[in-house]
C-alpha cells in the first residue's frame, strides 16, 4: 500500500469546532501515521495538495438500508436476493462516493454484505450490520398477509427482512441467531411505523419482560440494542429498560430528552426520510392511511431534534431512506439547519456516530492512528454545510482504509 502525504491541508478533526490550519498528514497502511505542523517529505509517497481544501473524517450514516432496494415487478417478500444484492451494491456504491465511508445498516444487510465491502468486492462503506430487526406479531415490519394464519408456511415466510418473535423464549433465541450470523448489533421494534399496515403509529410493542431480554442477550455479546420508537412514553420505557440508541424518536419531549441525556443514550433522528416519502411514496405503492401516518411522524421531527439540542443528547446521524431516495442522502444535511449548526451536525455524522458504533478514536477523527477513511472538501464545510449537500463535485478526494475511491 503506497504512503500518501496531503500538503498544507485545512482540517477538521471530527471533534473540534476549531479547524486546524496548514497541517500534513501522512497515511500509511490504511491508518493516518502522522499529523504535522511541519513539512513532510518522504521519498516515494504518492503526494495531494490540499491548498484550499477542507480534510475530514468520512462521513458515517446510523440509520441505513442498503436492502431495502427497487426493483421493478417485485417487492421485498419476493425478491430473490440474486437480484437484491445487486441492487443493493448501487446503492451503497453511490453514498460511498457521496463520502459516507461507514454506515449502521438498521434491518436487512447481513454478514455476507458486510464482508463484500471489506474485502472489496463491492466498492461501498463498511457495514455494521443489525440482521433482522426483531417485531412481534402485527408490529411493524410485519408485512406477511392478511389472508393468511398460522401454520400456514407462506404466512410464516419473514425473508430477509424481519423476524416476527413472541415471548422471551423467542426473542432470546432470535438475537442469539442474528449475532450467530454476524450481526453487530441487534434492532427491535418498539412502536409501529408508516410502511407497515397492521401497525399503527402509537402502537406500543412487545413487553417490558421482551425487551428486557433482548438487552440482557446482546450485553451477553458486547453489543447493544437500536430501537425503533416514536413515542415519548415508549422511549422512556426503552431508556429504563437498557435500550442504547433510540432510533426516530419524533415524540420526543423536553423532559424525556433530559432523561435521555442523564442515562447517556443516544438519540438517532432520520429527518430526511419523511421528506422523501413524501415526494416519492406513491411510486412504492404508499397508500393515503400511509401517508395519514406519515404527517403526523414528519411534522413532529424538527421539534424532537429541537429539544434533543437543548437537554445536551448525544446526537447521531441517519437518513433510513429506501430504495432510489438514497439520492437524497446528504439532504439531512440542509434540514438539521434548521435547529442545529453546521459543527453540530458534521459531528453527528462524524465522531458521535462513531462512538454508536463504538469505534471511537478508529473511525469519524482525523487523529494519529485512526482508520484512513478521510474526505478532501473543496472548501471549508463548518462555515458552508451545503459543500456535502447534493452530489459529490464538491469532494475533491474520498478514501477509505488509505485507499483513494473517487
Known sequence: MTMIVIE?????????????ENHHVVIEQG?????SHREVRLPGASVISGQGKTLMPGLIDAHYHACLVQVSGYDLATIPPSLLYPAATNLLEASLRRGFTSVRDAGGADFGLAEATRTGIINGPRIFCSGRPLTQTG???DMRSRSHTEPCLCA???GHMVAVVDGEDEIRKAVREEFRKGAHQIKIMLNGGISSETDPVWLCQFTDAEIRAAVDEANRRRSYVMAHVYQDRQIRKAVDLGIRTIEHGNFLTLDTAHYMTDKDVFLVPTLVTYKALRDKGRRFGFT???FRKLD???GAGLQ????AVAAGIKTGFGTDLIGEMHVHQTEEFLIRK????SFEILRSATSVNAEILNKTGELGVVAEGALADLLLVNGNPLEDISLLAGDSHNLSMVMKNGEIIS
Open 156 to 158: 410464516s415466510h419473514q
Open 296 to 298: 403526523e411522524v414528519s
Open 338 to 341: 434548521e435547529v442545529q449548526s
Open 288 to 290: 393515503d392511511e400511509q
Open 139 to 141: 408490529g411493524h415490519g
Open 31 to 35: 491508518r493516518i501515521k502522522e499529523i
Open 304 to 307: 424532537s431534534l429541537e429539544n
Open 8 to 20: 498544507n491541508v485545512d482540517i477538521f478533526d471530527g471533534l473540534s469546532p476549531e479547524i486546524m
